[in-house]
Protein backbone atom coordinates (compact mmCIF):
# COMPACT_ATOMS: atom_id res chain seq x y z
CA UNK A 1 0.00 0.00 0.00
CA UNK A 2 1.10 3.25 -0.58
CA UNK A 3 1.54 5.68 2.36
CA UNK A 4 3.29 9.43 3.15
CA UNK A 5 4.62 8.75 6.42
CA UNK A 6 4.23 7.13 9.93
CA UNK A 7 4.71 8.67 13.12
CA UNK A 8 5.21 5.48 15.77
CA UNK A 9 3.31 7.71 18.57
CA UNK A 10 1.24 10.52 17.84
CA UNK A 11 -0.04 12.37 20.53
CA UNK A 12 -1.75 15.15 18.65
CA UNK A 13 -4.84 13.44 17.06
CA UNK A 14 -6.44 11.21 19.31
CA UNK A 15 -7.33 11.69 23.13
CA UNK A 16 -4.85 8.02 23.19
CA UNK A 17 -1.26 7.85 22.14
CA UNK A 18 -1.64 6.47 18.96
CA UNK A 19 -0.07 5.11 15.46
CA UNK A 20 -0.84 8.08 12.57
CA UNK A 21 -0.42 7.08 8.97
CA UNK A 22 -0.44 9.94 5.92
CA UNK A 23 -2.49 8.43 3.12
CA UNK A 24 -0.65 9.88 -0.07
CA UNK A 25 -3.22 11.56 -2.27
CA UNK A 26 -6.14 14.33 -2.28
CA UNK A 27 -8.23 16.11 -4.40
CA UNK A 28 -7.52 19.09 -2.08
CA UNK A 29 -11.38 19.94 -1.74
CA UNK A 30 -10.49 23.05 1.08
CA UNK A 31 -8.27 24.62 -1.04
CA UNK A 32 -11.13 24.50 -4.04
CA UNK A 33 -13.82 25.42 -1.55
CA UNK A 34 -11.78 28.11 -0.13
CA UNK A 35 -10.76 29.36 -3.73
CA UNK A 36 -6.92 29.54 -1.95
CA UNK A 37 -4.33 27.07 -0.82
CA UNK A 38 -5.53 26.36 3.07
CA UNK A 39 -4.37 23.11 3.66
CA UNK A 40 -2.04 22.45 6.15
CA UNK A 41 -0.88 18.93 4.44
CA UNK A 42 0.10 20.81 0.86
CA UNK A 43 3.84 19.85 1.39
CA UNK A 44 3.13 16.49 2.03
CA UNK A 45 1.99 15.94 -1.21
CA UNK A 46 5.09 16.98 -2.43
CA UNK A 47 7.11 14.35 -0.37
CA UNK A 48 7.45 10.77 -1.99
CA UNK A 49 5.52 7.84 -1.89
CA UNK A 50 6.18 4.89 0.15
CA UNK A 51 5.12 1.58 -0.93
CA UNK A 52 4.94 -0.34 2.63
CA UNK A 53 3.05 -4.10 3.00
CA UNK A 54 -0.21 -3.71 5.58
CA UNK A 55 1.02 -6.45 7.44
CA UNK A 56 3.83 -4.97 8.00
CA UNK A 57 2.32 -1.75 9.34
CA UNK A 58 0.00 -3.78 11.80
CA UNK A 59 3.32 -5.65 13.09
CA UNK A 60 4.84 -2.05 13.85
CA UNK A 61 1.68 -1.19 15.45
CA UNK A 62 1.73 -4.19 17.65
CA UNK A 63 5.23 -4.03 18.85
CA UNK A 64 4.53 -0.80 20.12
CA UNK A 65 3.40 -0.88 24.17
CA UNK A 66 2.27 2.99 23.57
CA UNK A 67 0.37 2.99 20.80
CA UNK A 68 -3.51 2.25 21.81
CA UNK A 69 -5.19 3.75 18.48
CA UNK A 70 -4.57 3.99 14.52
CA UNK A 71 -5.30 7.60 12.80
CA UNK A 72 -5.65 7.19 9.12
CA UNK A 73 -4.81 11.11 7.66
CA UNK A 74 -1.75 12.26 6.19
CA UNK A 75 -3.99 13.84 2.91
CA UNK A 76 -7.11 12.08 2.00
CA UNK A 77 -7.49 8.36 3.18
CA UNK A 78 -11.18 8.05 1.61
CA UNK A 79 -9.02 9.14 -1.54
CA UNK A 80 -6.97 5.58 -1.50
CA UNK A 81 -9.83 3.72 -0.58
CA UNK A 82 -7.61 0.80 -2.43
CA UNK A 83 -5.55 0.70 0.35
CA UNK A 84 -8.10 2.07 2.84
CA UNK A 85 -10.82 -0.81 3.48
CA UNK A 86 -7.93 -3.84 2.98
CA UNK A 87 -5.80 -2.70 5.73
CA UNK A 88 -8.73 -2.37 8.19
CA UNK A 89 -9.73 -5.00 7.37
CA UNK A 90 -6.43 -6.73 7.67
CA UNK A 91 -6.35 -5.05 11.47
CA UNK A 92 -9.83 -6.46 12.34
CA UNK A 93 -10.09 -9.81 10.65
CA UNK A 94 -6.66 -10.96 9.94
CA UNK A 95 -5.02 -9.73 13.39
CA UNK A 96 -8.30 -9.47 15.39
CA UNK A 97 -7.58 -5.98 16.93
CA UNK A 98 -10.22 -4.00 17.95
CA UNK A 99 -8.31 -0.74 18.95
CA UNK A 100 -9.83 2.25 18.16
CA UNK A 101 -9.09 3.53 13.87
CA UNK A 102 -9.76 7.04 13.60
CA UNK A 103 -10.04 8.29 10.26
CA UNK A 104 -9.02 11.79 9.19
CA UNK A 105 -11.46 12.83 6.34
CA UNK A 106 -12.31 16.70 4.57
CA UNK A 107 -15.41 14.68 3.29
CA UNK A 108 -18.97 15.27 4.64
CA UNK A 109 -21.25 12.26 6.32
CA UNK A 110 -22.99 12.63 3.18
CA UNK A 111 -20.67 12.72 0.56
CA UNK A 112 -19.42 9.46 1.82
CA UNK A 113 -22.95 7.93 1.89
CA UNK A 114 -23.68 8.74 -1.39
CA UNK A 115 -20.00 7.71 -3.06
CA UNK A 116 -19.24 11.10 -3.57
CA UNK A 117 -15.72 10.57 -2.98
CA UNK A 118 -12.14 9.02 -4.30
CA UNK A 119 -11.41 8.36 -7.85
CA UNK A 120 -13.38 5.25 -8.26
CA UNK A 121 -17.20 4.97 -9.31
CA UNK A 122 -19.95 6.30 -7.41
CA UNK A 123 -21.40 2.31 -6.41
CA UNK A 124 -18.16 1.24 -5.87
CA UNK A 125 -17.54 3.68 -3.49
CA UNK A 126 -20.77 3.50 -1.57
CA UNK A 127 -19.91 -0.16 -0.88
CA UNK A 128 -16.48 1.07 0.69
CA UNK A 129 -18.62 3.06 2.73
CA UNK A 130 -20.77 0.30 3.43
CA UNK A 131 -18.47 -1.88 4.30
CA UNK A 132 -16.23 0.56 6.68
CA UNK A 133 -19.71 0.99 8.72
CA UNK A 134 -19.12 -3.31 9.15
CA UNK A 135 -16.07 -2.74 11.19
CA UNK A 136 -15.75 -2.57 15.02
CA UNK A 137 -14.75 0.73 16.50
CA UNK A 138 -14.04 2.90 13.48
CA UNK A 139 -14.16 6.44 14.25
CA UNK A 140 -14.38 9.22 11.63
CA UNK A 141 -13.92 12.81 11.97
CA UNK A 142 -15.70 14.71 8.93
CA UNK A 143 -15.29 17.84 7.13
CA UNK A 144 -13.55 20.57 5.05
CA UNK A 145 -11.03 22.84 7.10
CA UNK A 146 -12.33 26.04 6.48
CA UNK A 147 -9.72 29.17 7.53
CA UNK A 148 -10.48 31.84 10.03
CA UNK A 149 -13.52 30.03 11.84
CA UNK A 150 -13.72 29.06 15.87
CA UNK A 151 -11.79 26.10 16.59
CA UNK A 152 -13.96 23.58 18.91
CA UNK A 153 -13.16 20.67 21.09
CA UNK A 154 -14.36 17.61 20.29
CA UNK A 155 -15.19 15.18 22.95
CA UNK A 156 -15.05 11.90 20.79
CA UNK A 157 -11.73 12.45 19.94
CA UNK A 158 -10.25 14.36 22.65
CA UNK A 159 -8.43 17.23 20.75
CA UNK A 160 -9.43 20.33 19.32
CA UNK A 161 -10.62 20.80 15.62
CA UNK A 162 -9.79 23.76 13.42
CA UNK A 163 -13.45 24.31 11.76
CA UNK A 164 -16.65 24.28 13.79
CA UNK A 165 -18.32 21.79 10.48
CA UNK A 166 -16.10 19.44 11.38
CA UNK A 167 -16.61 16.96 14.44
CA UNK A 168 -16.18 12.92 14.69
CA UNK A 169 -18.60 10.25 14.77
CA UNK A 170 -18.42 6.27 15.73
CA UNK A 171 -19.67 5.05 12.34
CA UNK A 172 -19.08 1.22 12.60
CA UNK A 173 -22.51 -1.50 13.37
CA UNK A 174 -24.78 1.06 12.40
CA UNK A 175 -28.40 -0.06 11.65
Known sequence: MKIKGIVFEDFIN??????????PTCNF??????????????ALAQSPDIEV???????????????????????????S?????????????????????????GYTEEELSNGQFG??????????????????NI??????YRPNEESHFDKLLGVRLASPNQYARLISNET
Open 81 to 105: GLDLIPFIDTMRRQYKCDDPIIIYT
Open 139 to 144: IVKFGR
Open 29 to 42: KCDKECGRAVCQNS
Open 53 to 79: DKNDLCEMYFQNSITKAVVLGGLEPFD
Open 14 to 23: FKEPAMYIAF
Open 119 to 136: NGPAEMQKNYWHILKEYK
